[in-house]
């Protein structure tokens, strides 16, 4: 194992941590990324597990790089992004290295992970979410074979917006990369655990089916998703959600009430994120849903 302490210069200097496992000659060359948005440390907490797992088992091939904390000065406030230039880093890929200090964090974020075949890049989302893998798998297939290696339960349709670490590592360098969402937990700096322990089994065993680490796999691929659809309130009111995470809801279904009002869902789906029952206003987000992929037609931007 090494560990390597890259600067990057700004007034005041900060730093980026870097492990490395095995030969970086070596196939598949692997990226772990976390922390490109500060406050979302459930991937973090999994990415130091990766850590403390990787120094403890040798590689049985390939090469493996782990940066835990992208934005560190977004992570000391415990915010998406950091107050230098309140900048989002996942908006600005490639970055620039003459550039205010998230684009030069980004630009040494994207040096790092030049060489990878393979990038796997830890966020959190809404605390109410399902764990779910997201990804341009209608323009990049072989993504889609890769994020099947996990035993995540979900693959969701990323929207693909560019200056993404993984959408520009997809389309400008031909690597396989893709995001894990985690919920976030109760409170900044809150991991959520339970979401930890799915991410970090589903990373291993994405690992052992590569070849990378020992031991036997699970093969227990997620579904697939077209992107993420949204049910918003209409009124302002109590919410009190009817339906679960995971499950499945007919077109016309209740999945709720606001104001004692039933809501009701246009389309048939599974439920991703569920608010919680909640004082909410018109327009605020109640629910959203997922449908399996026999709408998104491979090979085409959508
Ligand atoms: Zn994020």
Redo the contacts with the bound molecule.
Sequence with gaps: MGKRITEIKDEPSFFHEIYEYGSAENSPSITITAG??GD?VT?IYVAEKLIEYLDNHELKKGFMKIMPRCNPAAMRRMK?WSSYDETDM?RIFPGDVNGTATMRAAHNVWEETKDAHIIIDL???SNSSMAYALAIYDEFPEVENLVKKMNIENLVQSEGAGGQLFTEACRKRGQRAF?I?LPSGVRPGAINFDAADICFEGILNLLKQEGVIKGNYVDNPPKSYGKIKDINSTAAGLWLPSVKNGQQIGAGDAVGTVGGSNVYAPESGKVLINVPGSYIFAGDHLLSYVQENSTVCKGEKQ
């Design positions: 490109i948005h979302e991937g998406r996942n966020h959190c989302c995001i969402e």
